[in-house]
């Protein structure tokens, strides 16, 4: 099956520690994209990468961090610099036609 | 200022009848692309329709459609013959000069729609 894969669903960790969000695609789409979203809010960009090896920041980057070593795979770094940590984070690729993007199941942090 | 504004916060409507969820835009650039997502209450978002600023007719995607008022830059999403399922989030979102690859998607705060049996 043709899809997005974001793993943990539900992740747990006390403050001070950084923590990795995985995202995998097999859709093939060159561009992938991380989400924050808070309750009762709107999506905003974290990162962003349109080929290999390259990757740009969002509209709020600071205390996170990425890397993009394969297409398929675009893991988000969730850093100690980071205020507020505890929310939804969603992984979205992009299709070059009308350019929609498809996103993944989503993960939950909580730091505590 | 606000790019996507969606006025609703939240809607309750009765099963089987039409829903309209509002959205207005704000951009300059003469070409653009409308989205609406879908957010259930699991999380993922769910693509329902896309409307491109040159497009001659609104979008239509089976129970939903998407009225476009380019003049007063509204792309509201119609709902036709609400189901249960339809209870969720739903977002619009707005990508300017939809060609540019540096572009990126941005999304309004969301409406939540509650449908009653």
């Known amino acids: 099956d043709g899809g997005i894969t974001q793993s943990p669903k539900y992740l747990f960790r006390k403050e001070g520690q950084n923590v990795t969000l995985s995202c995998e695609q097999n859709?093939?789409?060159?561009?992938m994209y991380w989400y924050r979203q808070d309750p009762g809010q709107g999506l905003r960009l974290i990162y962003y990468?349109?080929?290999?090896?390259?990757?740009q920041k969002g509209d709020i980057a600071e205390g996170y961090s990425v890397s993009r070593e394969k297409k398929e795979s675009f893991p988000l770094t969730v850093t100690s610099a980071q205020k507020n940590p505890t929310a939804f984070y969603l992984c979205?690729?992009?299709?070059?036609?009308?350019?929609?993007?498809?996103f993944g199941p989503g993960t939950r942090l909580t730091v505590t | 200022a606000q790019k996507i504004t969606q006025t609703q916060p939240g809607m309750f409507v009765q099963e089987k009848e039409a829903v309209t969820l509002d959205c207005t835009y704000d951009?300059?650039?003469?070409?653009?692309?409308l989205f609406w997502y879908k957010q259930p209450s699991s999380g993922e978002m769910i693509f329902l329709i896309y409307?491109?600023?040159?497009?001659?007719q609104n979008a239509t995607e089976g129970r939903y459609s998407l009225n476009f008022q380019k003049a007063r830059k509204s792309a509201n999403l119609v709902i036709s013959a609400s189901q249960l399922g339809d209870s969720a989030m739903y977002f619009c979102?707005?990508?300017?000069?939809?060609?540019?690859?540096?572009?990126?998607?941005?999304f309004g705060k969301g409406t939540r729609l509650h449908i009653l049996p």
């Open positions: 979205a690729t992009e299709t070059m036609t009308v350019r929609e993007q498809y």
């Open positions: 859709l093939n789409h060159d561009a």
């Open positions: 990468s349109q080929i290999v090896n390259d990757f």
């Open positions: 951009t300059s650039d003469p070409s653009y692309g």
């Open positions: 409307q491109g600023s040159y497009d001659q």
């Open positions: 979102a707005m990508r300017e000069a939809p060609l540019n690859r540096d572009d990126k998607i941005i």
